[in-house]
């Protein structure tokens, strides 16, 4: 199961009508195979030259947003909202916060990579292909996701074991993990990752959180 199959049953199970994609890069991926009748892009290609509506880094784009600049409503909100962009922390944290703000009142927010296998592909260098990782780059989003779990207890937050890891955001309320990796060192994650991403199985999923 890919992270799209899992947004397109988050669409079909709860009539969702509007999509919001953050790092495309390549349409045909993931956006396109978004089934949903209102659906946005947002990339600012700096690799790969796609057709997107909106060619700004994810930052500008919000900021645009807010600021009236575009064709959309300030406080336009998405029900699906899915980042894929920056793999770096402290940009999918800007990221999840903006998001958030413009989520609608039972939306998803879901992300990529949130389950590095090792090490090496939770390195912060993308362009570091020396590693026996090689060319696969989860990067550091799973910082992301254990503080959220850690530091709020009015989300949802869980992550499907596929597709190198599946992360589901929305409004409610969980029991927060211990924020007891405050220097985010990989190999305590690593020994934790179950309870730091409440990592459950596609089964789980279908059967007790779609």
């Avoid at 930052?59 to 645009?64: G, N």
């Avoid at 090689?134 to 009015?154: C, H, L, S």
């Avoid at 890891?165 to 927060?176: N, Y």
Wanted: glycine content about 4%; some cysteine; overall charge negative.
């Amino acid at each position: 199961m890919k992270r799209y199959d899992i947004i397109n049953q988050l669409i079909l199970k709860n009539g969702f009508t509007k999509y919001l994609e953050i790092g495309v890069r390549e349409p045909n991926d993931c956006f396109n195979l978004i089934n949903i009748n209102t659906k946005h892009s947002v990339d600012p290609c700096f690799e790969v030259d796609a057709q997107i509506d909106y060619k700004h880094t994810s930052d500008q784009f919000f900021k645009s947003l807010r600021d009236s600049e575009l064709n959309l409503d300030p406080n336009y909100k998405w029900d699906i909202i899915f980042i894929d962009g920056l793999h770096e922390s402290e940009q999918v944290d800007r990221d999840i916060q903006n998001a958030l703000i413009h989520l609608s009142q039972n939306g998803y927010i879901v992300l990529h990579d949130c389950n590095p296998p090792t090490i090496h592909h939770a390195r912060e260098d993308f362009y570091d292909k020396s590693t026996p990782a090689e060319g696969n780059w989860n990067g550091t989003v799973w910082k992301a996701i254990y503080k959220y779990r850690a530091t709020r207890p009015d989300l949802e937050i869980f992550t499907i074991d596929t597709d190198w890891g599946v992360g589901i955001i929305k409004i409610g309320s969980q029991e927060c993990c211990n924020l007891d990796n405050q220097y985010y060192e990989y190999n305590k994650f690593s020994n934790n990752r179950v309870n730091y991403l409440n990592l459950i199985s596609i089964d789980e999923f279908l059967k007790n959180k779609l």
